[in-house]
């Protein structure tokens, strides 16, 4: 719309609400906010409809194409007033409703006043509660002086008090016992813990609970799954091996996270080892740990991508700030300017993520610590127009800062020098003595290859010898009459290296892994049908070119019953495998690097294993080429997939499946083997050829160890001379010798190249040798392969004459044992870390705070959690939240202290019913009858909030009351696979957008893009989780099992066994007994039920999970399963009360 009409103002005098001339309005906080809201998505720096700008009053002042759109001090003359009134052809804003009464009121008010501006400098200053560092208020006195145990209940008191609410009593021993383990440490408590608090009658047997479960080391792995919530926690997110999202290795951070609030580490030390602790302790790598904080949000495919979630999600995270509304315009309600943006981002400018060694292990795919750096402090940061990282404002590089509403808090950026050791990693004395260690290894390595190679060598050479001598014979002229013709001796056949029938268990040959392994009639049963690899593997390396057969006898298994062959196996985390299965036509083939599956081989549909036949598996490998063979049938010739392991194992093994293995084979690949490559070709043609070959290859092969060999001597020389003359470089001053030392290590790197490019050219020649014989007539692909071969050996052999003249040539450069890094960091997060963590910070102890309580009651003070702006809500009782602020300010960040105060107040403890509890003691006073309609939402806190479990505590508490869950802590994250037959904590589990445990997505687990607060949904798959899941169903039977033989100890009266179970049965599942009613319903369903089980005349339900636990074959102890099940299903195990 054009700003271009004839004033029409007849409509102003009938404004029916009037503006009290005493009463100020000020730009800031009542006109900004209405404009922000309704007319900044046309008229600001985001988009100018008209040439005209909303977003600051010089602009709206200035008016646009159609001029002055405001009369300062004359709303009836001011265009602005007959837009918002929608007089004529004006209407603004254009669509959507228009603005109320109360804004317009507002406005025009502001342009009568003479439309003044704010203060110079006052942008920055707005007028809102939570821009305003928190003051410890006066604790009330309220007159329910009997309510009050500590602060807390004073602040909530006077609310009740003012709204006339009356709180409920406080809940029974039981209920609160039961809330108060499941708040500390996610875990109910077990049947003595509460008969031990039933017990105890001294006045602070409850505060004695809260000391103890604050100093349980589980209540870090509760609370840090909070706050992993917040943190946005995720492990590395992609595809196959590729890393798209986080980094491997980030559960250190998780680990961190858990021990910070087991030691109670102060909240504004946590925050500043998160986002700066490479800067504040360098050389701690239990500190770095906490940058996992940042380490979470790389992202592979765009940095500004990277960069905005980081800048987002710090503002949310500690301070409770949208920024990430100013990234393409001005803050539409905060006082924060795109500008202020861009200063913020520039604090995460430089920064970049590594993968740090850690001791004991070299491989940081491995293993390593992930982690964040200042990699280029040169890196300049620009305005992107609009939030157009293609449009950047190229001319006004901006510089780190804070926002100037916060202009009160110091944000002062000091680089910081780093040690030696941080910045060049190859100078720690662990990284010198492992890469050292590991060149020794390969010498080991090199001197077995060679022995290898000269073996095969030699048998090669005496194949052909045999074979020629064979030849020879036959060719002589038929024998002088009477006289016998010579006999040619046949050549020997190749001695398998493993050949076993399994007629007796062979310790030097197998080492036995998972399973349930038994030599059985000659052969070897695996009889238990897990859902993972259970094999048998090799004692020795099987030779880079081999076969292996296996033949077996499929007899069972659950779904998959997969047996197979795996070889090049480094453990179980590096391997290639063929097999069979039962779930669809093979072979299949299976790739496992660094620990992750994949399926990269397309494979023929050939063969679908079925349970009682028996089957032969053969493997035979050469170089870079298989071929697979079913029951002696050729059905594969293809290119393996992977790089080959040096010195792998041969596995046989199952999966999901029960089998018997009848005979087992590993041999040297025989020479004259007819060996098919894909594409269909036989290489070579005949026999004589191919032992030539065998032998040439065998050659080449034999040369290019011995210089591997020769190359793996030098390397260990070249390692301790880099790391002498880096010792000598790299101390304060330099060693007298630094340059000599330097010029020996260069030396020793230059000749250490020469072994390996005179090694590349045998490699080469063997590669053209193997290219020539592969060449078909006029296929111009394999002539042109052969060609490329040769004209590799060229290249290799330019390479060799280069690496040789270059010893020549003095030089004081060798490569470092790890790249270098920058030497300065720029300070700039430390200096974000200070600001946030700052006590003058107005927002960072409110909003921890605010989470705190959140997780303890189940709504916050503040309701929305990541905005404390002026669009976010206020809070509900700012008096108690701001007492709470300052109080964990002023003990020194304590979440523990906080976390006490308010478990121990009378609030927390009150009953979560508003009428009868859910035990005979609790009722509650008749006149709390009138709080639903006052406050029928709780806000006010006259009432505990009953809550479901979160996903985490309904597993953990299933397995916890079975006696199963295994308390472990810490460690690399595990497969969300396996959550329901591991019996780890929830929280250790990988979780990811793409990867988490599917029980848990059921229970509302985080989503870890952002998860400031959890839902909690209501679904029918829930109850059916519950119901039908194999851990529900094991874990009821396990227990089931213990309170049968618990009762049996007891020896109760024959007649009172099932009382007696019921009432155990009640107390380890929902901690409380059963009413009268329930213990009798539970009573008669047993005695049902198991006359129900013992007729016979039921029929199996077959399309159930499989339990990794069996139902029992007792009709009575298959009713008490039943009934324990059932209630860990009752609403009361899942709701914390």
Not at 534 to 546: K, L, M, Y
Not at 899 to 916: F, N, P
Not at 1120 to 1132: A, P, Q, S, T
Request: with cysteine; glycine share 6%; charged share 25%.
């Amino acid at each position: 719309m054009k700003w271009m009409f004839a004033p029409t103002v007849l409509a102003l005098h009938f404004l029916a609400l009037a503006t009290n001339a005493e009463e100020k309005v000020e730009y800031l906080r009542d006109v900004k906010p209405i404009l922000a809201t309704r007319c900044y998505r046309c008229h600001s720096s985001l988009e100018q409809e008209s040439n005209y700008r909303l977003d600051s009053v010089p602009a709206l002042l200035k008016g646009g194409d159609g001029g002055a759109a405001i009369v300062a001090g004359k709303s009836d003359e001011s265009r602005l007033m007959a837009a918002v009134l929608r007089q004529g052809d004006l209407k603004m804003p254009p669509e959507g409703d228009p603005l109320t009464a109360k804004q317009i009121e507002t406005l025009k008010a502001w342009i009568d006043q003479g439309a003044m501006p704010p203060p110079e400098g006052a942008e920055a200053k707005v007028d809102h509660w939570s821009f305003k560092r928190p003051v410890r208020p006066v604790v009330p006195m309220p007159a329910n002086a009997a309510y009050v145990r500590n602060p807390i209940d004073a602040f909530v008191a006077a609310k009740h008090e003012e709204l006339k609410l009356t709180p409920v009593d406080e809940a029974s021993k039981q209920v609160l016992l039961r809330r108060i383990y499941l708040d500390l440490i996610g875990l109910p408590p077990t049947p003595p813990q509460m008969q031990d608090f039933l017990n105890d009658s001294s006045p602070d047997a409850y505060e004695k609970v809260v000391h103890s479960l604050l100093n349980s080391p589980h209540h870090g792995e509760r609370w840090g799954r909070h706050w992993m919530d917040v943190w946005r926690y995720s492990d590395w997110d992609g595809y196959g091996a590729e890393i798209r999202e986080s980094q491997p290795h980030i559960w250190r951070w998780r680990d961190w996270i858990v021990e910070s609030l087991n030691a109670d580490r102060p909240y504004d030390r946590m925050i500043e080892e998160m986002l700066a602790g490479d800067e504040l302790a360098p050389e701690d790598p239990a500190t770095i740990r906490a940058t996992g904080y940042l380490v979470r949000n790389w992202y592979k495919f765009n940095r500004n991508t990277w960069l905005d979630n980081t800048v987002e999600h710090t503002g949310k995270a500690f301070m409770g700030v949208t920024f990430n509304c100013a990234r393409c315009h001005d803050h539409m309600y905060d006082p924060i300017s795109q500008e202020e943006y861009y200063k913020l981002r520039a604090v995460f400018e430089p920064h970049d993520v590594r993968l740090d060694r850690v001791p004991g292990q070299s491989d940081t795919t491995k293993d390593g610590l992930a982690r964040v750096f200042d990699a280029k402090a040169e890196t300049q940061t620009f305005l992107f127009v609009r939030g157009n990282d293609k449009d950047p404002v190229k001319d006004k590089p901006l510089a780190p800062a804070a926002p100037k509403v916060f202009q009160q808090v110091s944000f002062d950026v000091q680089p910081v020098s780093l040690p030696s050791t941080v910045w060049y990693p190859g100078l720690q004395a662990n990284v010198q003595a492992e890469t050292l260690a590991a060149a020794k290894t390969e010498i080991d390595k090199a001197k077995v290859a060679v022995t290898t190679a000269q073996q095969a060598l030699a048998t090669a050479k005496q194949q052909q010898a045999e074979y020629a001598a064979k030849a020879a014979a036959e060719a002589k002229p038929a024998a002088e009459p009477g006289k016998e013709p010579a006999k040619a001796e046949p050549p020997k056949p190749i001695e398998p290296l493993i050949a076993d029938d399994f007629g007796k268990q062979r310790d030097d040959v197998w080492k036995l892994g998972l399973g349930k392994w038994e030599y059985k009639d000659g052969r070897l049963v695996q009889s238990d049908p897990q859902d993972v690899m259970c094999g048998i593997t090799s004692v020795d390396p099987h030779p880079r070119d081999f076969v292996a057969k296996l033949k077996y006898k499929l007899t069972g298994g659950d779904t998959y019953k997969s047996v197979g062959i795996a070889f090049d196996a480094v453990g179980e985390k590096d391997l290639q495998a063929v097999y069979l299965s039962a779930a669809g036509a093979g072979p299949h083939w299976w790739l496992k690097k660094g620990g992750v599956d994949s399926y990269p081989v397309t494979m023929p549909k050939e063969t679908v294993e079925e349970v009682g036949k028996e089957y032969e598996i053969s493997v035979a490998v050469k170089d870079g080429v298989a071929n697979v063979f079913i029951t002696g049938k050729l059905v594969l010739a293809c290119k393996i997939p992977a790089e080959r392991a040096s010195e792998g194992r041969i596995i046989f093994w199952t999966y999901d499946a029960t089998a018997e293995f009848i005979r087992a084979e590993v041999s040297p690949l025989p020479p004259t083997l007819a060996f098919t490559q894909p594409g269909g070709e036989v290489v070579p043609g005949n026999q004589a050829e191919a032992l030539a070959a065998a032998v040439g290859d065998g050659e080449k092969n034999a040369a290019i160890a011995e210089k591997a060999l020769a190359a793996a001597n030098l390397s260990v020389v070249s390692i301790e001379g880099r790391i002498a003359a880096d010792k000598a470089a790299y101390v304060n001053p330099s060693a007298a010798n630094a340059k000599e030392l330097a010029l020996a290590a260069g030396k020793t790197e230059r000749e250490l190249a020469l072994l390996n490019a005179e090694k590349a050219i045998f490699q080469a020649e063997l590669a053209a040798a193997k290219a020539k014989r592969a060449a078909k007539p006029g296929d111009m692909a394999t002539a042109k392969a052969a060609t490329d071969a040769e004209a590799a050996v060229q290249n290799a052999t330019k390479a060799r004459e280069a690496a040789q003249a270059a010893i020549a040539q003095p030089n004081e450069a060798y490569t470092k044992l790890t790249p270098v890094y920058p030497a300065t960091s720029t300070g700039r997060r430390l200096a974000l870390a200070k600001f946030i963590s700052s006590k003058e910070n107005p927002l960072t102890a409110r909003v921890a705070i605010n989470h705190i309580w959140l997780r303890h009651f189940g709504t916050p003070l503040v309701p929305s959690v990541f905005d404390f702006g002026l669009n976010g809500k206020q809070p509900t009782n700012q008096s108690l939240l701001d007492w709470l602020a300052v109080e964990l300010m002023e003990s020194g960040w304590s979440q523990k202290h906080i976390h006490r105060l308010i478990v121990t107040s009378r609030t927390y403890r009150l009953s979560s019913t508003a009428s009868g509890g859910r035990l005979p003691s609790e009722t509650q006073p008749s006149d709390t009858s009138a709080n639903s309609f006052i406050d029928p939402e709780n806000k006010f806190y006259w009432r505990q909030n009953p809550r479901r479990m979160e996903a985490e505590i309904v597993r953990d508490a299933t397995l916890h009351v079975a006696g199963s869950l295994d308390v472990a802590m810490g460690g690399p994250d595990i497969d969300n696979n396996t959550g329901l037959t591991s019996n780890r904590r929830s929280i250790y589990f990988r979780s990811t957008k793409e990867k988490k445990m599917q029980f848990l997505s059921l229970f509302d687990s985080p989503n870890v893009v952002e998860c400031y607060r959890r839902s909690e949904s209501i679904a029918p798959q829930q109850a059916l989780a519950m119901a039908n899941s194999s851990l529900t169903l094991a874990q009821s039977r396990l227990l089931a099992k213990k309170l049968t033989e618990a009762v049996a100890a007891a020896n109760p009266p024959a007649d009172q066994a099932d009382t007696k179970f019921v009432q155990d049965a009640f107390s380890g599942t929902l901690n409380r007994p059963p009413s009268s009613d329930e213990q009798s319903t539970c009573v008669a369903f047993l005695s049902e039920q198991a006359q129900r089980l013992s007729a016979g005349s039921l029929s199996p339900f077959t399309a159930g999970p499989a339990a990794t636990v069996p139902p029992s074959a007792d009709p009575r102890q298959r009713a008490r399963e039943n009934l324990v099940h059932v209630l860990m299903n009752h609403n009361d195990f899942l709701t914390v009360r």
